[in-house]
């Protein structure tokens, strides 16, 4: 009797512990860095837009936050339906200049069967004059996870 209380008391204490031992792993643990695999599409149609945009004094056309959502087109639909849950929109330099940036955009939680996220990512250069001209463009997305 006494051994098999003495087992039951180990035994809890030991689920008791289990939890917290698991959690404090797992916090330890890097976290895995998500890779997105970008494919590059052709934007030439839109190259010539923002080139046209530019020289007429388009509004958008001088903002790189403003090149990709006319690139993206808009969130919130005319009928006022957004397409998902959050729209990020992320400006990536290297050094001071303003030279080279890349504009990244992503839809998050789109309100869509097999699509979670959508990303674009557009590499900008400014001229001498300051106007951008865009170089690349790039898409990925991400698929909801199977239930």
Known sequence: ??????????????????????????????????????NEIDATEFSARLDQATASGEKWAANPETIIVEFAGPFVAESGEKMGQSRTIRLISKGEDLKTLSA????????????????????????????WKLRKAFQSSEKWSKP
């Open 1 to 38: 009797m006494k051994t098999s209380i003495l087992l039951s008391s180990i035994t809890l204490a030991v689920l008791a512990l289990t939890p917290s031992f698991l959690h404090s792993a797992e916090a330890e643990r890097p976290a895995k860095k998500r890779t997105i695999e970008w």
């Open 104 to 131: 990244v955009l992503s839809d998050d939680g789109l309100f869509d069967d097999s699509t979670k996220t959508a990303r674009l990512r557009l590499v900008l250069t400014r001229t001498t004059q300051g106007a």
